[in-house]
């Protein structure tokens, strides 16, 4: 006759899983977030001096980071806005470059705690940098180490965008320094962060460059930007079509 066995913690707040006390791990988040945090800060800066120049006045782009807290999406919004796009425009820019964290926040949802309102709060701490750390592989998450990394970004965020706003450059510095350079620059990196993914999504990044390059030279930034993006729904299509085969 077999021994029972013990039952096996499979659950992603098993110590041997994670590592350490929820304390320990939360501060590995935030020394994993002060990096993030630093670029960030930089970052939120330009977006602050770029949103001032376009005419957003000091309290919107603040507002803006501190409901949006989302580097690329707000970029998104600003530059379509600045290339003659519209609002509606821009705000579909914007939510459909957020809108990767539908999945990331799927991937993580196991490893939320409470009910639909507390798992709601902490899933607001489910941002790019902060959802990398905290992954353990297999599909899960340490919830305390994503906390701990995003605890410190958010107001590194806002302050950079308060500062940039309060101390925006003279019209045509950004230009003079280069820094015109960052907001297409900041895509850029996505589009390579993409191209080390797998096939469906380089076969979709590049889609997405060719038909903002083809785009640019029709119609404003905004529109272009906008229309670019639906080379993520053809990849999103592309990658349903494989799980069936």
């Known amino acids: 006759m077999e021994r029972e066995q013990p039952p096996e913690h499979t659950g992603p707040t ?9 304390r320990q791990r ?14 960030g800060f930089v970052l939120a800066v330009t977006f602050g001096a770029f949103a001032r120049t376009e005419g ?11 409901i949006v807290f989302s580097g ?19 705000i579909a820019a914007a939510a459909l470059i957020n809108g990767r964290f539908i999945p990331m926040g799927v991937a993580v ?12 709060l902490e899933g607001q701490a489910v941002v790019d940098g902060s959802w990398v750390a905290a992954h353990l592989g297999g599909g899960r998450f340490d919830r ?10 958010w107001p590194a965020w806002v302050a950079g965008t308060a500062l940039g706003v309060v101390a925006a450059p003279p019209e045509g510095l950004m230009e003079t320094l280069g ?43 905004g529109i272009a930007l906008l229309g670019s993006s639906a080379a993520a729904l053809l990849g999103l299509r592309a990658k349903k079509d494989g799980n069936r085969s």
């Open 109 to 120: 949802a196991g490893d939320l705690r409470g009910g639909r309102i507390r798992r709601a």
């Open 72 to 90: 690329s999406a707000q970029f998104a919004l600003a530059t379509a806005l600045a290339g003659g796009g519209g609002v509606p425009t821009a």
């Open 179 to 221: 820094l015109d350079v960052v907001f297409p620059a900041f895509f850029l990196l996505l589009l390579l962060d993409e191209l080390r993914g797998p096939r469906t999504a380089r076969v979709a990044a590049a889609l997405g460059a060719s038909l903002a390059a083809g785009l640019i030279l029709l119609v404003p930034a």
């Open 144 to 153: 305390y180490k994503l906390f701990g990394a995003t605890v410190v970004q």
């Open 56 to 66: 957003w006045g000091i309290l919107a782009p603040v507002v803006c980071s501190l």
């Open 14 to 22: 098993a110590p041997e899983a994670v590592g350490g006390t929820p």
């Open 26 to 39: 939360f501060l590995a988040g935030v020394r994993v977030g002060v990096g993030l945090a630093a670029a």
